[in-house]
């Protein structure tokens, strides 16, 4: 989950697994894949940033697999 802001300031999560694209439309649009759309305030950079962030955090935890599945 990353966090983002509606355009009246309020903070929210998403689930940034979910994301199928995000666009500037002036506003930045996030679309989801149950196609829900959501405004908001942050830049498609800082939307990058964040998922890149969140998945950095979450795959530093993953266990080493080497590449017959294994762990290593």
Known sequence: MIYVS???GKTF???CELIEF???TPNTVISMTSGRKI????SIDDIIVK????KKRVYQHAPSINYHGNEV
């Open 6 to 8: 509606r355009l009246n």
């Open 13 to 15: 999560a998403v689930n």
């Open 22 to 24: 995000v666009e500037a």
């Open 39 to 42: 405004v908001v305030l942050e």
């Open 51 to 54: 998922i890149l962030e969140y």
